[in-house]
């Protein structure tokens, strides 16, 4: 479970916020990946900021994403505000592709 | 505490719409003020060609590009749906012949302006019964809602005093106010509707531009407040002639201002992006820019000056602050709703480009130091009456617009 969790992960670095350019997972977006059940994802994200512009992009590039792992069928995406992203969770890797930005 | 995809995207037929007219309006609007640069720089500025290109500019261009960025923004700033889009695509054709039609009425034919006006204004009206409509339908009403509220309401008022004036010039309704309506129409139009404006969805912007976060929102009712009760001590001095009202009015704006450009300097400091792209960059120098022109407003009054410098104030307040914020937000939301339309169903299924890689910015800096340049002489050309000078600094703003709506035609080709 933990290995198919760490390639929903990996996977999920091909999908980028188009303002900042940088993938989601690095962002620190994602805050919980849970397969409830055989062939179903359960992503809990949030965005940078309520009122994103790109709230449905990105929320549905994720279950596309998702979706189109062999592994999974169905990929419910939810989205919360609690608690709010701050830069903290960003990884190294998109902290140094924002500096650099 | 969950919460599924809002699903607030507006169709992009209707935002599109609205800014394709307006860079037509734009460029129109300044090839005129360029054929009549001779009268302006005699500062004649009450016939009818001024009057078409003024209301060209500014409601062709100005008022059609918000309407256009708000029908995209005010459903993600406030995570509330348009209330109606079929109804925004009647409200786009009613405001268009409303718009082409007035304009061309004041050119033509000034006192037959009425009819049009009153299309005009149906269309305007549509525009704000839509976001009132929304608006109404947001969860939690906060501070931006009542920048925008109060901003729509201003744009109400401006229409309505229009529609005022044109009667008063063909029935003399009202003759004996013409002076102070007519100035309450240009303070409403200006200040009250588009500044409003700008400072409320700048809220949304400047940090979400810079991706700031810790920052405190609580200098914002004081901008509001501030600045409004400029707005309203300076319509009073309007009615009552009083000097006095004027400075405060005028030291209100400025005040206001200021604590904005001061909450935006606190936004930005506490930004994660450190390096911010041009076209963001000059909406923050707009910002500025509009800092220096409530000032000059403001020393005007104190000296008693501001009815000689009324014309130059009001077209640099329109170019360098309102414009200069709507051209650097317009290069990053034509972008944003060209790759929302193109690629926003296609993320995560293949690479898809960056909003970054939509917009040339390589022609950000010529575009902007062009506007910038052009600004400056134009307003120089105003103090020392030489029409060469006009010219070049009007060229200069004429072929900006037009490489301008280049640059935005050219996102659609990506």
Same mark, same amino acid.
């Given at each position: ?37 055989? #062939? ?48 903290? #969770? ?12 | ?16 719409? %609205?800014?394709? %007219? ?30 078409? $290109? ?6 062709? =261009? ?24 079929? %109804?925004?695509? =009647? ?21 037959? $302006? ?138 209100? &704006? ?48 104190? $000296? ?18 309102? $414009? ?42 010529? &575009? %902007? ?16 009456? &030489? ?28």
């Amino acid at each position: 479970m933990t290995e198919l969790k760490d390639k929903i992960r990996g996977n999920l670095k091909t999908v980028i916020d188009p303002e900042l350019n940088i993938n989601v997972v690095d962002l620190g977006l994602i805050y919980e990946i849970d397969v409830p059940e055989p #062939r179903t994802a359960r992503i809990l994200m949030t965005l940078t900021t309520p009122g994103c512009p790109l709230h449905d992009s990105i929320a549905s590039g994720i279950k596309y994403c998702v979706q189109g792992m062999e592994e999974i069928d169905h990929a419910d995406v939810q989205l919360t505000w609690e608690p709010a992203w701050t830069p903290d #969770r960003m990884t190294e890797d998109g902290k140094r592709l924002l500096q650099g930005f | 505490m969950f919460q599924h995809s809002s699903g607030n995207e507006t169709n992009i037929k209707l935002p599109f719409s %609205f800014i394709g %007219f307006s860079m037509l309006a734009l460029i129109l609007s300044q090839l005129l003020i360029l054929l009549n640069g001779d009268l302006l720089i005699s500062g004649v500025f009450r016939l009818p060609a001024i009057w078409s $290109a003024a209301h060209l500019f500014v409601l062709g =261009w100005a008022l059609m590009v918000a309407m256009g960025a708000m029908y995209q923004l005010v459903p993600v700033a406030f995570l509330t749906p348009i209330w109606n889009e079929k %109804f925004g695509f =009647w409200q786009l054709a009613i405001t268009t012949a409303g718009i082409v039609s007035f304009s061309a009425a004041l050119y033509l034919r000034p006192q037959d $302006a009425l009819i049009p006006g009153i299309l005009t204004l149906l269309g305007i009206l549509m525009f704000i019964f839509q976001m009132f409509m929304t608006l109404k339908s947001q969860a939690k009403p906060n501070i931006l809602t009542l920048f925008v509220g109060t901003a729509l309401f201003s744009l109400l008022a401006t229409i309505s005093l229009g529609i005022t004036l044109v009667m008063s010039m063909k029935t003399g309704f009202a003759s004996e106010y013409y002076q102070a309506i007519f100035k309450t129409h240009i303070l409403l139009g200006t200040v009250g509707w588009f500044s409003l404006l700008i400072f409320g969805f700048s809220y949304k912007m400047v940090p979400m531009f810079s991706l700031s976060h810790g920052y405190p929102m609580k200098p914002a009712p004081y901008v509001f407040a501030i600045y409004f009760a400029g707005i309203i001590i300076l319509i009073a001095s309007f009615m009552t002639g009083s000097h006095l009202l004027e400075v405060l009015g005028t030291l209100m &704006l400025f005040s206001g201002f200021m604590i904005f450009t001061w909450h935006v300097k606190m936004i930005i400091d506490k930004r994660v992006k450190k390096k911010l792209d041009r076209p963001f960059m000059f909406a923050l120098f707009a910002i500025g820019c509009g800092a220096l022109i409530h000032f000059a407003t403001f020393a005007g009054s104190a $000296a008693n000056l501001l009815s000689k410098m009324a014309g130059p104030i009001i077209l640099l307040y329109l170019i360098a602050w309102i $414009a200069f914020s709507i051209i650097g937000y317009l290069y990053k939301i034509v972008p944003f709703l060209w790759w929302t339309h193109k690629y926003s169903k296609e993320i995560g299924k293949k690479k898809v480009p960056a909003l970054k890689d939509m917009m040339d910015e390589k022609l950000a800096l010529p &575009l %902007f130091l062009m506007f910038t340049a052009g600004t400056t002489l134009l307003f120089l050309s105003f103090i020392i009456k &030489l029409m060469p000078i006009f010219y070049v600094g009007q060229g200069l703003i004429v072929i900006g617009a037009v490489l301008f709506s280049y640059i935005i035609a050219k996102v659609v080709t990506i």
